[in-house]
């Protein structure tokens, strides 16, 4: 089960739209992977992985992910929230595209 520790409403309430994108990309990674993007750590390791890690590939801890959605999630948990998704629709844009991509290859 996904550990939503990453934000709560209260949080998402007031953070910016590049925490957002983050938040909503740790999601996404912890429900491809079953595990989140960075390790049981007191909460200032875990800040400082956050700022200065990158998370170990999805496809690394699980294969079967297809790169495109693989890319997505990554493009989510950027460093900088300006290469992050500009906004939600972006990010529900691309998603959309994976998921008729995937509806068009299994129609074929």
């Not at 007031?14 to 007191?42: D, K, M, N, Q, W």
């Amino acid at each position: 089960m996904v550990r939503v520790a990453w934000f709560s409403l209260g949080v998402l309430a007031s953070a910016s739209l590049g925490a957002v994108i983050y938040a909503l990309g740790a999601i996404l990674y912890e429900l491809l992977t079953g595990r989140p993007p960075f390790g049981p750590a007191c909460a200032t390791d875990l800040l400082l992985q956050v700022l200065k890690s990158k998370p170990e590939s999805v496809r690394r801890l699980n294969p079967d992910v297809d790169r495109k959605l693989e890319a997505i999630c990554h493009k989510c948990l950027r460093k900088k929230p300006a290469s992050r998704y500009q906004s939600g629709w972006a990010l529900a844009r691309d998603l959309r595209s994976y998921l008729d991509g995937l509806s068009r290859k299994r129609g074929s």
